[in-house]
Nanobody, 122 residues
Framework: EVHFVESGGGLVQAGGSLRLSCAAS????????IGWFRQAPGKEREGVSCISSDGGNQYYRDSVKGRFTTSRDNAKDTVYLQMNSLKAEDTAVYYC???????????????WGQGIQVTVSS
C-alpha cells in the first residue's frame, strides 16, 4: 500500500523559511517523479514543483522560482521542499504526489499525501 508521511509545516512569518518532508513507502520510490502541490482556501490545487526520479531535473511554477527548492534522497525514500522568503500568498495545504512524468496536471499523479498546512503571517 502506498503511503506518504508529510512533515515540516506550520506557522511562519513572512520572509521566513520552512522545509517540508515527504517520506514514502509501498512502492519503488526511485522509479517515480514526485510533485509538490498546494491548495489555498477557495482556490484550486496547483502544482508547485516536481523532481525527476533520479533527482537530476527540477521544475517550479514561476511564483516560487528562486525561493523554493525540491530535492530527494532515494536512499531514504524521502523528498523535500525547502521554502525560503515565504510570502502570505504561499499559505496553503501542501501535498506531495507521485507519478510517471512531471506535470502541472493533478491527473498525472497517482498517489497523494494527506497534506500539511503552511501558514505565512504578514
Amino acid at each position: 500500500e502506498v503511503h506518504f508521511v508529510e512533515s515540516g509545516g506550520g506557522l511562519v512569518q513572512a520572509g521566513g523559511s520552512l522545509r517540508l518532508s515527504c517520506a514514502a513507502s509501498g512502492f519503488t520510490f526511485d522509479d517515480y517523479v514526485i510533485g509538490w502541490f498546494r491548495q489555498a482556501p477557495g482556490k484550486e490545487r496547483e502544482g508547485v514543483s516536481c523532481i525527476s526520479s533520479d533527482g537530476g531535473n527540477q521544475y517550479y511554477r514561476d511564483s516560487v522560482k528562486g525561493r523554493f527548492t525540491t530535492s530527494r534522497d532515494n536512499a531514504k525514500d524521502t523528498v523535500y521542499l525547502q521554502m525560503n522568503s515565504l510570502k502570505a500568498e504561499d499559505t496553503a495545504v501542501y501535498y506531495c504526489a507521485t507519478g510517471q512524468i512531471c506535470s502541472w496536471s493533478n491527473a498525472q499523479y497517482d498517489y497523494w499525501g494527506q497534506g500539511i498546512q503552511v501558514t505565512v503571517s504578514s
